[in-house]
């Protein structure tokens, strides 16, 4: 399944791995999943429909 997704690397400020880690523990979710779940939100509010995960 993995080689159907898209890998994209990041580089994050200093301190967010240690905030997106926290936040994703809170929720039980994985770091990815936690991104995921941020970037979800914010085109949500922007009003922005993304495609279905197959």
Same mark, same amino acid.
Request: charge should be positive; proline fraction near 2%.
């Given at each position: 399944?993995?080689?159907?997704l898209?890998?994209?690397?990041?580089?994050?400020?200093?301190?967010?791995?240690?905030?997106?880690?926290?936040e994703?523990?809170?929720?039980?979710?994985?770091?990815?999943? @936690?991104?995921?779940?941020?970037? @979800?939100?914010?085109?949500?509010?922007?009003?922005?429909q993304?495609?279905?995960?197959?």
């Amino acid at each position: 399944m993995s080689k159907d997704l898209n890998k994209f690397v990041v580089r994050l400020p200093e301190g967010w791995r240690d905030t997106i880690k926290s936040e994703a523990k809170k929720s039980h979710r994985s770091m990815n999943a @936690e991104i995921i779940a941020a970037i @979800e939100t914010a085109m949500r509010i922007k009003g922005v429909q993304l495609e279905a995960a197959s």
